[in-house]
């Protein structure tokens, strides 16, 4: 069994356990809104449900990321949960946009709530949110699948705070547009969580540079290894959320091939400490020198061998 094994199933127990959860508080959230007559509360639980939904992405995701490399496909199942992320968050962004019309015919024609419902329903919901963002402290930092699972609940929990100063707001007040401008920052909530997932899911499956990665950064310091001339036709790209590859063709003196050896290995620890570039695929061409009139002159690279980790 792999050294990460443990951890993967933990998540995976915390992902099936907050699913159950959060689809028996939908249920609740649901009833308690269509008693109180709360848009922001039916609001606040159609974001719930989509976190449900995020919820059942990320185990999904979690589960085919498991699965390993296979005859078709020879890098695995890396970016199964950047695809349910992306999905997920497309799903965010057609929620926001329903409750931002929803929210704009009930302040044209404000109806009265239970302020006193909202306040325990969405009481609740911060409890259960912030359980569960703690039961995905760990990891969201390495997925971006659990990330956008975890963003989900940030942004539900701070959905929550919003009822809960909007009721008290129209206990003392009696303000009943409080109700949808609160659906509305909900729906701006939504789409905060949701438009940096839809970011960073797109630039891994168009194959991008991997955030916080400098391209011209990185050709600058394969040039400054011993033994290296000069890098072209450098590609970085990321297989999965914490897996980096790179393949270039760098130009070396003409040498045999055992000699080069050492070279490869001085490029490969060097992406790998300064970069975290794992997997590499590393052409080397060689400088043919040919006797000139003035000494030696360098011509046209010529392929030379193919090395890889």
Known sequence: MPPHAPTEAGTTRVLIWSLVATVAFVAVQVAAGIQAGSLALLSDAGHNFTDALALLLAWAGCYWQSKPADDVKTYGYHRAGVLAAFVNALAL??????????????????????????????????????????????????????RSAYLHMLGD??????????????????????????????????????WGVVREALNILLEGIPHGLRLDAVADAIRQVEGVRDVHDLHVWTLGQSLHALSCHVLIADMPPSASEAILRRLNRTLEERFRIAHTTIQFEHEACAAGENGCSISAPRSGEEASL
């Open 157 to 194: 929990a701070l959905g929550s705070v919003a009822i809960i100063i909007g009721a008290a707001a129209i206990h003392l007040t009696g303000w009943l547009w409080v109700d949808p401008v609160l659906s509305a920052f909900i729906a701006g909530l939504i789409v905060w969580t949701a």
């Open 93 to 146: 962004l057609a929620l926001a946009a329903f409750l931002f019309g929803e929210s704009y015919r009930r302040l044209l024609a404000p109806r009265p709530v239970d302020e006193f419902t909202m306040l325990v329903v969405a009481g609740l919901g911060l409890l259960l949110n912030a359980a569960i963002m703690w039961a995905m402290r760990r990891g969201q930092k390495r997925d971006l699948n659990i």
